[in-house]
């Protein structure tokens, strides 16, 4: 079973910042999972909310501030004053983290809310760009998003759901995708099952309970995203 640091290794460092994702560029695990939002200035940044105001010092949508705004806020004192020089990164900062790993890189487009216009393309073309076409898995809760990953360049894509759904593997061969990313709590439902007879590729979030993580391995599920990689690589070795 794949494990991924889920927005880096969220569990010990701030989520989704750059010394998150160095820790698990360390960790001998499959790869890691990334939120991304664009700025009002149409650069790629990696943040979980819509808006700045959980994860920094500042207040409002990441959509209406610049780049150059969102790199004067602190988005590690949330977790620990000694993380307080953790700035917003870009993608392309933590491609930079990732360039001399092997780790696979799960790019969530956030435009679950927020449909930004030209995200798809603007994810891919920097992906192309930085050699990491054959490393990225792109996945969204918007699935016209993924409807346009799957249409465009090749690249690995992936639904993310989150209820409990009837003949979810079907919905998912309409888009035109055979992985889906669930939620723990529908991990144990017909949904999944009758999922991964059909030949879904079937990820889970958020594990953070090794026993959990055994029983999805029993059931046949091929990965997990997790806070804490390295009490999972502790567990299965
Ligand atoms: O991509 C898996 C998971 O991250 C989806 O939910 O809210 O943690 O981004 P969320
Ligand atoms: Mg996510």
Request: proline share 3%; net charge negative.
């Amino acid at each position: 079973m794949k494990i991924y640091a889920h927005r880096g290794c969220s569990g010990a460092y701030p989520e989704n910042t750059l010394a998150a994702f160095r820790a698990a560029a360390e960790l001998p695990i499959t790869g890691v999972e990334i939120d991304v939002h664009l700025t009002k200035d149409g650069e790629i940044v990696v943040i979980h909310d819509e808006k700045v105001n959980r994860t920094t010092n500042g207040k409002g949508y990441v959509k209406e501030l610049t780049l150059k705004e969102l790199k004067e806020l602190d988005c590690g004192s949330w977790r620990s004053e000694e993380w307080s020089q953790e700035k917003i990164p870009t993608l392309d900062e933590v491609f930079d983290v990732f360039e001399e790993t092997n780790h696979r890189l799960n790019i969530e487009l956030k435009s679950d809310v927020f449909p930004y216009d030209g995200l798809v393309d603007k994810v891919i073309d920097l992906a192309a760009e930085r050699g990491f076409m054959d490393r990225v898995l792109i996945s969204s809760f918007n699935h016209e998003d993924i409807q346009s990953v799957v249409q465009g360049k090749k690249v690995e894509n992936a639904i993310l759901t989150f209820e409990v759904l009837v003949d979810v593997y079907d919905y998912a061969r309409v888009i035109g995708t055979k992985r889906i990313h669930v939620s723990l709590p529908s991990a144990f439902r017909r949904m999944t099952t009758d999922a991964l007879r059909k030949g879904a590729i079937i990820y889970v979030y958020t594990v953070n309970d090794v026993n959990y993580a055994e029983e999805l391995q029993k059931i046949g599920i091929h990965g997990i995203f997790t806070d804490h990689p390295e009490k999972m690589l502790a567990h299965f070795g």
